[in-house]
């Protein structure tokens, strides 16, 4: 479903100049912005482009999101037991690294990722975001996102998918040292992920803003 607003327009108020560069500018943002609802109203992206180079990747973030984001809202918060922000929550689609954003500033995705990863990205940049509100903005949770991210990922697209996607995490080097996380967080057994991800919550109630 994508849901566009737009001005009235009444081009008798204008001159034959300014309507034009109004029609060009709705048309871009047209063309190059997307509102995905999840279909059950569990979250919504509002997804656009960095710029028109990126819109065979918008079109499959939206694809996934229009045809996962019920599955992978309910997995995730079941899971948790926390519950997402209203939404939408604003996406950047370009070249570079992924990261969540955070409240009013916008989630950012990496393009050129292959279909998959694109799947195992949403899901561990939204985990970000739903623990966003538990945490301060300095604390490092990647410890903590991926003691349900990798259960996310099985349930979701089975545990082939989820073993792959570690790896490709693993291999990325400069930001953080994904590797050592993920061998940490799998040597302990889903239970144990689950008890420690249940003693975080205990520890870290909600905050009063």
Known sequence: MIIFDFLDFHP???????????LIVASI?????RVVYA?????RLSIRAESAKFDDAIREYQGIWESEGPRIGKAMERITSLHFEPGPISVVVYEGPSNSGFR???MRLRASYP??????TLVHELAHRLISELVPQDFEDHPIIFLFVYD???ELWGKPFADEQVAVESRRRGLYDYETAWKNTLKLTAEEREARFKQFLSDHPPRKN
């Open 152 to 154: 996310v990922w099985v």
């Open 39 to 43: 279909q059950d109203g569990v979250l």
């Open 29 to 33: 943002c047209f063309l190059h912005t």
């Open 12 to 22: 008798a108020n204008f001159s034959r100049s300014a309507a034009l560069v109004i």
């Open 104 to 106: 009013d500033r916008p």
């Open 115 to 120: 279909l998959e990863t694109k799947r195992a």
